[in-house]
Every structure is written in structure tokens, then in C-alpha cells.
């Protein structure tokens, strides 16, 4: 079975006792298949930041040893730093890595959230890709006026009841904050001046919310054992919104109020490609593209050595998986590499085909993990069968439709490219694999509604199917 990896980076109250901290890493350490990546702590901010991963299962099972030991270990009355918070175990986001959909983290996120509730009495928001509301997907919203606020006013404001459990707050570990998302960069930028007003006007100035940039989220606090402000910054989505555009903006700000930048620093781990792309903008390298870094380079040469045969051989073993989906998704990859060939041939910037090609390869695996699931489900006791086979069929049929909805903007782009004839044969195949492609996921998206009982999750789907069918007219 493909391997799934699901990434945990929970956020805890507590960053000066390092005995509390080494007692909750060791309870999430204790599960066996889950890999601590990095641990982070900070005591102006009095809070530790967590990064591990390991398979869905296993994650769920170590967050919420860690919570608990949070909850046991962390009281709320007696906390104080820069950071805002609601609850012991602030928040605790699942990313999906590696043969999981966001979907699956959503609902990762809501079991862990029940089993909270239920053992810790500790009530649960959902936000981000979990959020049941609107105004939740925004963690700040959530966590306005923080845990002293939360005391006073949960069970007495509509506004401020749980996703998940009773509307009362745990006296000591507050409430807590759970969800999905994608990669988040945690970044701060530091000035040099003790003038905490002035990294919150540019804070102000960056963060969306207030007419800044789109996926970045920020806020001034200060450094007391530095004696600096610093502007604490959240990149939900580096690749629309780059690391580099920030800091530089961060930088020119400070300008404006004659104070200097002295340092930054990332909290947790970083994508490869939000580093490529600032050494991109900063050396000003005219050939620069990800292909020049040693280690993509190695990691494509064993990726092409045996890879196609081996996925062929799996496709043709008398097996179900990898299957049609499976197959698709391999369609749409090799389109989306020839859309990236051309461009670099046409002197184009490639760069969104080849993000195209790492969707749909990663999909190829996907869409084989979830019909395992499938299968995997009709396999248990048929008295507990039902809801098992149910939850698996939505995962089924949510890869094709990712893969299908990609590959129609995939064909769009493809459709409107302008390049010199000599390249022509080579976009008129990269159009016909992307059209097999969505044939392929379309087929596969259809045969999984036809097993499916529930009316709500299908008309979902159909509603998704029907805004491609009306953007393609």
C-alpha cells in the first residue's frame, strides 16, 4: 500500500518550564510509528512549536497523547507571554504530505477533536479547512480576547460555543483549536527598536485582513529579553504569497520609520521551494530554476530510474490497485510535464506546469490508498460495515475530483498557450493526455456516487461537476 504521511504542528502554551515540554514530547514521541522533525520554543512568547509526522492513524493517536499531557501539565491563570492563546494546547493543525487528501486531515482533525472532548473535557474549534463557520476558518477570530475572555463569555454568548463539546471552558486548559490546512511558514522578522507600535503599523500594513497581502496573517509583539518589537508573521500559502515579498516589505516599512531590520527567523521547517524561490529573487541568477539544486536533481534521477516500469507492471498485475484513477492521474502528469517542456522550449516560465506535475503524481498514489480503503472497509464485520465503506467511498471519489478539477484548468492553460509551430506536436499531445485524463477521473468520480448513500455528500459533488461542466461551455 503506498505510504500515507500526515505532518502535526501543534502550538502549546509553555516556553520557559523545560521540564513540562520534554514530559509532552515524550508522550508524543511514545507512538511508535510517529518522527519528531523539530521542536522550537520561545519564552518571550512562552509557547513551544511541535513539528512531527508518521501515518494518519498514528499522528491522531500521539496528538492527543499530547494534548493530554498539556492539559495535566499547563495552567492557563498562571501563564503569561506575547503570544495569544485560548487554551494549554493552542492549536493543532494536520497537513497532509504524502497519499492524504486535506479531506482526510478534516476529518483527522474532527475524530481527535471528539476524543478530546471526551476524555479531556476540554471543548474544541474547528478551523481552517475544518471550520463549520464562516468567521472559524481564521484562527484569530477564535482566539479573540483569549483565555480570559473565553472564561467569562462561553456558555453565556451564542458566538463563542464549541465545535465540539459542552460550552464550558476547561477552568485551567481553556479550549482548544483544531483543523486542516496546507503548509503554513511560521516567520517572524525582528527590528531594531523597542517600539512595539511601530512593528504593529507594520504588521497593519502586510496582513490581509487589513488590506495587506492575501495569505499572510501578522501582528507586533515584543521581545522583552531582546528589548525588540518584532513583526510575527504567518504564510498560509508561500507559492502565491513568497517569503522573499514579505521580508522586503517588512524591510522598506521599517525604512519609512528609520528603524533597521537585525534578523529573522523560521519557526518550525520550510518548504525547499519557499528557500528556492528567495535565493531566486536575492542572487538575481538569470538560469536559475529548482533543476539546478543538487539534491531535485538526484531525487529526479531516482524517481525516472525503474519508476515508469514498475508503475506499469503494477497497472497491468491482476490486481485492483493501482487501477483507472490511478491511471488518469498518470495522464495528466505527463501532460502537465509536456506543458512544462514547451514552456522551458518557448522560453516560458514553467513553473505552474511543473506544480501541475507534482499534484497529479502524488495523485497516481493517492487515488490507489483510497481504493484500498474501499476495499479495505468492505472486508470488516458486515453488522459495523456501513459507516466504514461510507467515509472510504468519499475519499474514492474525492481524488478523481481533485484530479479531474485540476486537469480542466490544467487543459484551460494548455489550450491558451502560444508557442512557435515546431512545438506544436508536442502541446497537441500534452492536451490530448489532460483530456483522457479528466474522461478517466470523470469515470471514476461517477462509479463511487453510484455506490453512496449519502444524498448530501453527493450533491456536493454533483454541484462541483456541474460548475466544471459550465466553465468548459
Known amino acids: 500500500m503506498p ?74 491563570t498562571q501563564h503569561h507571554g ?3 492563546r485560548i487554551g494549554a494546547a493552542d492549536v493543532v493543525p494536520f497537513i497532509p504530505i504524502e497519499g492524504v487528501t486535506l479531506e482526510e486531515c ?24 475544518a471550520a463549520r463557520r464562516p468567521e472559524r476558518v481564521n484562527l484569530e477570530n477564535i482566539r479573540r480576547g483569549q483565555f480570559e475572555a473565553l472564561l467569562r463569555e462561553m456558555g453565556t454568548e451564542a458566538g463563542r460555543a464549541p465545535d465540539i463539546g459542552e460550552p464550558v471552558c476547561h477552568p485551567t486548559a481553556g479550549a482548544i483549536v483544531l483543523g486542516a490546512r496546507k503548509f503554513l511558514i511560521a516567520y517572524n522578522v525582528n527590528l531594531g ?25 501578522s501582528m507586533g509583539v515584543m521581545l522583552a529579553s531582546r528589548n ?54 536575492f542572487l538575481r541568477a538569470e538560469n536559475f530554476s529548482p533543476q539546478l539544486v543538487l539534491e531535485n536533481r538526484i531525487a529526479d534521477a531516482v524517481a525516472v530510474r525503474g519508476g515508469l516500469p514498475e508503475f506499469l507492471d503494477a497497472l497491468a498485475a491482476g490486481t485492483a490497485t493501482p487501477g483507472g484513477g490511478s491511471a488518469a492521474a498518470a495522464a495528466a502528469a505527463m501532460g502537465a510535464a509536456l506543458g512544462a517542456m514547451v514552456s522551458r522550449l518557448a522560453k516560458l516560465d514553467p513553473g505552474t506546469y511543473e506544480d501541475d506535475r507534482a499534484f497529479f503524481t502524488a495523485a497516481v498514489e493517492r487515488d490507489a490508498a483510497a481504493f484500498q480503503h474501499v476495499m479495505t472497509a468492505y472486508r470488516r464485520p458486515k453488522g459495523e460495515r456501513a459507516p466504514f465503506v ?23 492553460r494548455l489550450e491558451k498557450m502560444e508557442v ?52 468548459t461551455k
Open 3 to 76: 505510504r500515507q504521511l500526515v505532518e502535526c504542528v501543534p502550538n502549546f502554551s509553555e516556553g520557559r518550564d523545560a521540564a513540562k515540554m520534554e514530559a509532552i514530547v515524550a508522550a508524543i514521541t511514545a507512538v511508535p510509528e510517529v518522527t519528531l522533525l523539530d521542536r522550537e520554543a520561545d519564552a518571550d512568547h512562552n509557547r513551544s512549536v511541535l513539528t512531527f509526522v508518521g501515518p494518519p492513524a498514528a499522528v491522531a493517536d500521539a496528538a492527543l497523547r499530547g494534548v493530554e499531557k498539556a492539559v495535566e501539565l499547563i495552567d492557563l
Open 82 to 84: 506575547a503570544h495569544p
Open 106 to 129: 478534516v476529518r483527522l482533525a474532527e475524530r481527535v477533536g471528539g476524543e478530546i472532548w471526551n476524555r479531556l473535557k476540554v471543548p474544541v474549534y474547528l478551523y481552517e479547512a
Open 193 to 217: 527598536t523597542a517600539d512595539v507600535d511601530i512593528a504593529k503599523r507594520i504588521a497593519k500594513t502586510i496582513r490581509f485582513s487589513s488590506g495587506g497581502f492575501r495569505f499572510v496573517k
Open 228 to 281: 525588540l518589537a518584532q513583526v510575527s508573521i504567518n504564510l498560509t500559502d508561500f507559492e502565491q504569497t513568497p517569503l522573499h515579498q514579505v521580508f522586503e516589505t517588512v524591510r522598506r516599512e521599517a525604512e519609512r520609520y528609520g528603524v533597521p531590520v537585525v534578523g529573522s527567523e523560521i519557526v518550525g521547517l520550510i518548504p525547499r521551494k519557499a528557500i528556492e524561490l528567495a535565493a531566486e529573487y
Open 390 to 412: 461510507e467515509e472510504a467511498l468519499h475519499g474514492a471519489a474525492l481524488v478523481p475530483l481533485e484530479v479531474l478539477e485540476r486537469a480542466a484548468a490544467l487543459n484551460a
Open 420 to 471: 512557435p509551430a515546431r512545438f506544436s506536436s508536442d502541446l497537441a499531445v500534452a492536451k490530448a493526455l489532460t483530456a483522457a485524463a479528466r474522461t478517466g477521473a470523470l469515470e471514476n468520480v461517477r462509479i463511487n456516487l453510484e455506490s453512496m448513500a449519502d444524498a448530501a455528500f453527493k450533491a456536493a459533488v454533483e454541484a462541483r461537476l456541474s460548475r466544471l461542466t459550465e466553465a
